[in-house]
T-cell receptor
Framework: LAKTTQPISMDSYEGQEVNITCSHNNIATNDYITWYQQFPSQGPRFIIQGYKTKVTNEVASLFIPADRKSSTLSLPRVSLSDTAVYYCLVGDIASGGSYIPTFGRGTSLIVHP | EAGVTQFPSHSVIEKGQTVTLRCDPISGHDNLYWYRRVMGKEIKFLLHFVKESKQDESGMPNNRFLAERTGGTYSTLKVQPAELEDSGVYFC???????????????FGQGTRLTVV
């Protein structure tokens, strides 16, 4: 089963760059790596997705090494509003056959003034 | 465009009662998923609908849980009778891609917080 490992929590200050690394040693060849963000009392929200090398959008960057056994979410110049839980997801095949991403415990990021 | 909406946002019921949660997916999304997070645990997959058909319900904890998706639009998740361990947050998500875990994006609702006392 695909499984991800992330830091439980991280602290940062406004304006800093934050890098959250996720390990996924058993990632399958066809799996993409997806990151979601969740604020309190809200559902997870898609941030970024990639397969290999680097992906960048208006919110974050995702770095994936050649072996794809890990990935790093990079948040440039965080603000207080980036305080949230960040989940790294890779696919998993539920016993019924659906290809469903597995949520780990996520990384709780706290941004301080 | 409206996102995924869930109703109610909170529900407090007594053990043994019945509760029905509703999810309205994004219009046009054939794929609908239910997840839940119980206290202190990870978000766990419950089941997956493709239109009105149950594609995968391997995550449903027991037969006290019944999910339906009439006409392939909104979905309901009924818990009958509710037990204390059913307390948690129930999330619904929808996607265009059948296997959003492989690629694509799922859109989540804000969740229904269920408390069984």
């Amino acid at each position: 089963l695909a499984k991800t490992t992330q830091p439980i929590s991280m602290d940062s200050y406004e304006g800093q760059e934050v890098n959250i690394t996720c390990s996924h040693n058993n990632i399958a060849t066809n799996d993409y790596i997806t990151w979601y963000q969740q604020f309190p009392s809200q559902g997870p929200r898609f941030i970024i997705q990639g397969y290999k090398t680097k992906v960048t959008n208006e919110v974050a960057s995702l770095f994936i090494p050649a072996d794809r056994k890990s990935s790093t979410l990079s948040l440039p110049r965080v603000s207080l509003s980036d305080t949230a839980v960040y989940y790294c997801l890779v696919g998993d095949i539920a016993s019924g056959g659906s290809y469903i991403p597995t949520f780990g415990r996520g990384t709780s990021l706290i941004v301080h003034p | 465009e409206a996102g995924v909406t869930q109703f109610p946002s909170h529900s407090v019921i007594e053990k043994g009662q019945t509760v029905t949660l509703r999810c309205d997916p994004i219009s046009g999304h054939d794929n609908l998923y239910w997840y839940r997070r119980v206290m202190g645990k990870e978000i766990k997959f419950l089941l997956h609908f493709v239109k009105e058909s149950k594609q995968d319900e391997s995550g449903m904890p027991n037969n006290r849980f019944l999910a339906e998706r009439t006409g392939g639009t909104y979905s309901t998740l009924k818990v009958q009778p509710a037990e204390l361990e059913d307390s948690g947050v129930y999330f619904c998500a929808s996607s265009q891609e059948r296997n959003f875990g492989r690629f694509g994006e799922a859109f989540f609702g804000q969740g229904t917080r269920l408390t069984v006392v």
